[in-house]
């Protein structure tokens, strides 16, 4: 019975902090997999091709996330800005115009697992390069 000495249960899940509870490998392997910090096992994706500007997405991976994102205004002298926005707030605004060049902006940013986010910009750019780690 539970009531003994000695006796534990064994889980195939990590939910609670029960102190008679043993888990197995393949739970803790699991748990430390979906916790693991950012960048642990985890490299930079180049997603310009599958990203545009205007578009919300998700970030279903269970796990943090980092997103780094370059837009170039699309001549001399123009002018250049980004928006990101997370679940539906700017989190990030950069402009940047009136420059002897083709200027560039970047943004960078966290992103929780489950978090929305998209980017918008209302100048003529050209979305450079778009990576997220994952």
Do not use: H
Not at 27 to 48: M, N, P, R
Not at 113 to 133: M, V
């Amino acid at each position: 019975t539970e009531t003994k000495a000695g006796i534990v249960k064994l889980k195939n899940s990590i939910t609670g902090n029960l102190s008679d509870t043993a888990v197995s490998e393949n739970a803790v392997k699991e748990y430390v997999g979906k916790s693991a910090g950012l960048g642990i096992g985890q490299s930079w994706q180049d997603v310009t091709a599958q990203r545009q500007i205007g578009v919300t997405y998700t970030n279903t991976t269970g796990r943090l996330i980092a997103l780094s994102v370059t837009l170039q205004s699309g001549g001399l002298g123009g002018a250049a800005d980004i928006k990101l926005s997370v679940n539906g707030q700017i989190v990030c605004f950069q402009y940047v115009g009136g420059m002897n060049a083709s200027p560039a902006i970047s943004a960078f940013w966290i992103l929780q697992a489950g978090d929305t986010y998209s980017l918008t910009a209302q100048s003529s750019g050209n979305l450079i390069k778009w990576l997220e780690l994952r």
